[in-house]
């Protein structure tokens, strides 16, 4: 592994992007006295400041400074027709003119039309809504040791599951995934965390041998996001039913940002595994705050009137404007799923394409990850990796996330820089395409990505 020193073409793309945003900049200077950093989640803030923006339509933004930006991030993954789409914020445009709209505190139809699609299209049998994919997944593991009775979580480290005590630890890089990746939570929940590896199956026999009967649950994405937007391979969520089965602990698939990415429905059934309870968010909104744990009634009874988990969704939980957002947006993507979902891959696998290629003309060796696994019809979600060596299956987090083995500089802070500076918006190495990403913004990102590498070429 070469030494690269990038602060140079850092610093020329920081100070380029300066120049031609002086508005951005100056939102910036009065956002961080304010808020901290600037904003409230740290994969929206860039150094040296963000883009603010003032408009969103399709694959591209619009901000402040009046660049229009191609975006790869899609409203954290969620926005798989693109930024909004017609038919959710016209319907919304109406409910709100018809008087309708805002938070009541009531219960209303909409919430029960979309949960009758979550089930539908996932084999759930019940659903409770609440408003984060954070609260879905930490209300999902309290019903897992609550109705198992026992302590012992299970998960999959560089999985991120949102910002609770159980999803804290095994979420970044340190050697390996096995810490705790923030203060102030209860050393006993630490304790009560085992890490596993994602896409090894021996790890998980191993863990499963090893605390079985120890085990809530076992959490984990078919398609992992954080760790590098790649799927898990078919014997391993085979194994993990089979295991959790074995051992008496549940199985939650955490589907919040696989949940309607892969099909109008839960990815699970792409694998032909039905789990416990599965936790959506994201996609199940259509750009409204809306997430959900999914599953068995008898479990989620546990929830209920009477029961001991005290998961109560929040004052915002089922709003009606976020549940017809919703259900609009499944509705339509149930009602074209023949067509949405090829189109998606097809245009991951071009924009693949392209990039792959374009970077090759430099001679500079790319992958994404997860590329090997065909266990999944295609992935419209691309961690652009610059690896070291060209041999490697690049399907786990220890290898995509590791600085030994992958280029990670270059492929996260360097990148998003370089290609923010050429009006391309990119995150985790590249990030989401949508159906309203067309030939012409994939030749747009190419052309981007070539005046990069002819860039970054120097530096290697
Ligand atoms: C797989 C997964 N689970 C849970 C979450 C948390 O969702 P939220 O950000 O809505 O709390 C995320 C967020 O990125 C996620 O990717």
Request: with cysteine; glycine share 12%.
């Amino acid at each position: 592994m070469k030494q690269r020193d990038y602060s140079p073409l850092l610093a020329q793309f920081a100070e380029a992007y300066a120049k031609r945003s002086p508005k951005s900049a100056a939102l910036h200077e009065r956002a961080v006295k304010l808020m901290v950093d600037g904003g409230s989640n740290s994969l929206r803030l860039l150094h040296p400041f963000s883009p603010r923006l003032t408009r969103a339509k399709g694959a591209w933004l619009q901000d402040e400074d009046g660049h229009r930006i191609l975006d790869f991030w899609q409203g954290h993954h969620a926005n798989i027709l693109g930024h909004n789409p017609e038919m959710v914020t016209r319907a919304l445009a109406e409910f709100f003119g018809e008087g309708l709209g805002l938070q009541t505190g009531f219960t209303d139809r909409w919430q029960i039309e979309v949960a009758e699609l979550i089930c539908q299209q996932t084999g759930a049998e019940r659903v409770r809504f609440t408003t984060t994919g954070a609260l879905a997944t930490m209300n999902a593991i309290l019903l897992a040791r609550a109705c198992t009775g026992r302590e012992l979580v299970l998960k999959v480290g560089g999985g991120w599951h949102g910002g609770h005590p159980w999803g804290l630890k095994g979420v970044g890089y340190h050697g390996g995934f096995a810490g705790m990746d923030s203060a102030g939570v209860p050393a006993s929940v630490n304790e009560n965390i085992i890490i596993t590896n994602y896409n090894n199956t021996e790890k998980l026999k191993d863990h499963f041998r090893q605390y079985g009967d120890q085990l809530a649950c076992f959490i984990v994405e078919p398609v992992i996001g954080g760790g590098g937007l790649m799927p898990a391979k078919k014997e391993y969520l085979q194994a993990a039913r089979e295991l959790t089965r074995k051992y008496g602990a549940l199985l939650i698939f955490d589907e919040v940002v696989s949940g309607f990415r892969f099909r109008a429905g839960s990815a699970a059934a792409l694998y032909g595994v039905q789990p416990d309870l599965m936790t959506l968010g994201k996609a199940i909104g259509g750009g409204m705050p809306v997430a959900a744990v999914a599953g068995r009634a008898d479990i989620l009874r546990w929830a209920g009137k009477g029961g001991k988990v005290k998961f109560e969704g929040g004052t915002y939980a089922a709003h009606p404007a976020s549940m017809l957002a919703g259900k609009i947006f499944m509705q339509h993507l149930i009602d074209h799923e023949a067509t949405i979902y090829p189109q998606l891959f097809a245009t991951g696998a071009k924009l693949r394409e392209i990039v792959t290629k374009t970077f090759a003309e430099e001679n500079i060796y790319v992958r994404f990850a997860g590329d090997r696994n065909r266990d999944l019809p295609g992935n419209p979600m691309h961690m652009l990796l610059f690896p070291y060596e060209e041999d490697g299956e690049l399907n786990t987090p220890e290898e995509v996330r590791n600085p030994a083995i992958c280029d990670l500089e270059l492929g996260e802070k360097v990148l998003q820089l370089g290609l923010l500076v050429e009006n391309v918006f990119t995150v985790h190495g590249l990030g989401s395409n949508s159906t309203a990403h067309v030939e012409a913004d994939l030749e747009f990102l190419g052309a981007a990505c070539h005046r990069f590498a002819k860039q970054v070429k120097a530096f290697l």
